[in-house]
């Protein structure tokens, strides 16, 4: 399977004025780019989220949606002693 690619909408280039808009690149290093204009270029912002916004970015390849994907909600819990706490399987606690 080809690797997760990344493409900026053009307009969203002035936020991010080192990138060109169109072109594809993996995912990956579009995020080492995006951080790197987050940390040293201008304008200076962050977004709350992804470092790839799915409103400034478009995606192709790769499997996003894989069931071996890992996140945050399927990750462990520790409690406060930092013994890992099991999740029950449907729970919708985080």
Known sequence: MSPREASLK????DWYPTIE???WCP????VTRVR???????????LSCRVLADAHFDFRGGDSHSAEH???RTDPRKSSGGS???RPPDSDVP
């Open 10 to 13: 053009a307009e969203y280039r």
């Open 21 to 23: 808009p169109g072109v």
């Open 27 to 30: 995912a990956a290093l579009m």
């Open 36 to 46: 790197k204009q987050q940390r040293e270029g201008e304008p200076r912002w962050s």
């Open 70 to 72: 890992r996140t945050r």
């Open 84 to 86: 890992i706490l099991e």
